[in-house]
């Protein structure tokens, strides 16, 4: 879906092949974003229907979030985000992380969520880029420890980042069949960037 920027959105970085990167405040893009989302998951093995068949995917957490959007010249093509927690028991999901003892995080804690790339554009290694990102960010922010709770393909991924897989976690209600992990980056001890 092509997009405008509005005039005061600043470019945070330009990767090869003509990819943009932007940080975006709510609400601005927040519709589209929403749409990118839906875009990305409706078609994937494991969702929920009811949820991915509304226009948007949005939920309370895109209010406090940072968001950041990736444009191939005006075309929408992916988006992540990352909201920052005094606990962890504050994070999207959060449900999901007591199967395991946590305690020992340090806080505040950011969670890396709803990542997402047009089907059109996967496997160009782009998300590493909005990794990068959202864990400096939190870091310049004071985070002490990043949560994410990705799917299972993901997770290599993260592990190159520095990252440390948990296990397992229960089923969501947005994808009660798809597989996550939940995983967990030390800033201080553990950033591989």
Request: aromatic content about 10%; charged content about 25%; overall charge negative.
């Amino acid at each position: 879906m092509n997009v405008n920027l509005p005039a005061n959105i600043e470019e945070i970085e330009s990767i090869e092949g003509g990819f943009n990167i932007y940080r975006v405040d709510y609400p601005t893009l927040i519709n589209e974003i929403g749409e990118l989302r839906v875009i990305a998951w409706r078609t994937e093995k494991g969702i929920a229907p009811d949820i991915f068949s509304q226009r948007t995917w949005l939920d309370e957490y895109d209010e406090i979030a940072l968001h950041w959007i990736m444009l191939k010249e005006k075309f929408l093509m992916a988006s992540a985000r990352i909201s920052i927690h005094p606990e962890l028991s504050e994070i999207p999901w959060a449900d999901n992380t007591t199967v395991y003892d946590m305690s020992f995080l340090k806080s505040p804690v950011a969670s890396i969520n709803r990542l997402v790339v047009h089907p059109d554009f996967r496997g160009r290694g782009l998300t590493r880029y909005l990794d990068r990102i959202r864990i400096d960010t939190a870091k310049k922010m004071g985070v002490k420890t990043i949560i994410a709770e990705p799917v299972l393909i993901r997770i290599n991924s993260l592990i190159d980042l520095g990252f440390k897989y948990v296990g397992k976690l229960p089923a969501t209600i947005e994808l009660p069949g798809v597989e996550l992990g939940l995983m967990y980056l030390d800033i201080d001890n553990n950033y591989k960037i």
